[in-house]
């Protein structure tokens, strides 16, 4: 390998930082109109020397424009990078600031560990949580459907959506399966959140809500088709092996459960970006990783499912794993 490439590598955080101290300044939120870098200064109460440089480099890169002396932002970039855009990614932005906090300590966290009292992410306000679920659906939404046609829901009536956030998986169900019904299992502050998004929907009078914490509580009974979508790397092995016997008791008898999520390859080195999820685990959760197909089969047997297979191979956290129950 040339040295080139690994002192590119080493480099890769400086766009990353770029970006997201732009986005803490709310810079793509106020280049609504062409502005000189005094007046994003004064507006962000930042340096002109710092704000400048900043600026700069966020055209270098291809996220600004810059004609003559006054700085604008593209249409493309303001829907995705503007807080008050429909469309916004703003709030996984803040995340990604999140783990660079985490991120920084990683050192000291491979050498000693990392001591939780919760096996998920970080607490958040509601009004923070509200962002990072609307967030998250804006992307979910346009994959959704997708995975929905690769899991093939069939004949399935009852659907379990366990941890279903603002309920872009449920509603890609529903809107393939008519005779469906589902509820959609997740804290009650998510709970609120759902509600809220899918009430001017055609599928709310499909949906139930149910508030809980399937760490601490039983999950509801009486489901044919059971998703668990993006949830068991947050866990340890055994923290799954004992959801999965929560999900083989609410499933009825042949139901099935689909699991979505990175699905690694024997020697957790591919996909890459599973493997560096794996380290985002490591520095955000007790005993959180990436899992290969191996280690859930094994603790889906573990838990009594049967007839577990890989029906699609992982690329960006969309492998997809069934099992049922006898």
Not at 12 to 36: C, G, N, Q, V
Not at 167 to 193: C, K, W
Not at 260 to 274: E, I, K, Y
């Amino acid at each position: 390998m040339k040295p080139e490439l690994v002192l590119s590598l080493c480099m890769k955080f400086m766009e990353s930082r770029i970006l997201l101290t732009a986005t803490e300044l709310d810079i793509f939120s106020l280049l609504t109109h062409p502005m000189y870098a005094q007046e994003i200064a004064d507006k962000t109460q930042a340096t002109l020397r710092g704000v400048t440089i900043l600026l700069d480099a966020l055209v270098s890169i291809g996220l600004l424009e810059k004609k003559q002396t006054k700085y604008c932002c593209s249409q493309e970039v303001s829907s995705l990078l503007s807080k008050d855009s429909p469309t916004s990614i703003v709030p996984m932005v803040m995340h990604a600031v999140g783990l660079w906090k985490r991120w920084s300590d990683l050192t000291e966290i491979v050498r000693h560990g990392i001591q939780k009292t919760k096996p998920s992410g970080p607490d958040r306000s509601e009004i923070e949580q509200e962002a990072f679920i609307g967030a998250m659906h804006a992307i979910a939404s346009r994959i959704a459907p997708g995975i929905v046609a690769a899991i093939n829901p069939g004949a399935a009536k009852n659907l379990l959506d366990i941890g279903g956030a603002s309920g872009s998986y449920t509603q890609a169900f529903l809107e393939v399966s008519p005779e469906m019904r589902a509820t959609i299992y997740d804290l009650p502050s998510v709970i609120n959140i759902a509600q809220k998004r899918l009430a001017a929907t055609d599928f709310h009078n499909r949906i139930t809500y149910i508030a809980g914490d399937f760490y601490l509580d039983e999950l509801p009974a009486g489901y044919d088709l059971v998703l668990v979508s993006a949830i068991i790397h947050q866990n340890s092995n055994e923290q799954n092996i004992e959801l999965y016997r929560k999900i083989y008791r609410s499933l009825l008898s042949g139901g099935r459960l689909v699991i979505r999520d990175h699905v690694m390859s024997p020697d957790h080195t591919h996909p890459t970006t599973g493997a560096i999820f794996a380290v985002n685990m490591l520095v955000g959760t007790l005993g959180g990783s990436t899992y290969s197909f191996k280690e859930i089969d094994e603790g889906l047997k573990t838990a009594g499912f049967t007839k577990i297979r890989l029906i699609q191979p992982d690329k960006h956290m969309d492998g997809l794993v069934e099992a049922f129950k006898i």
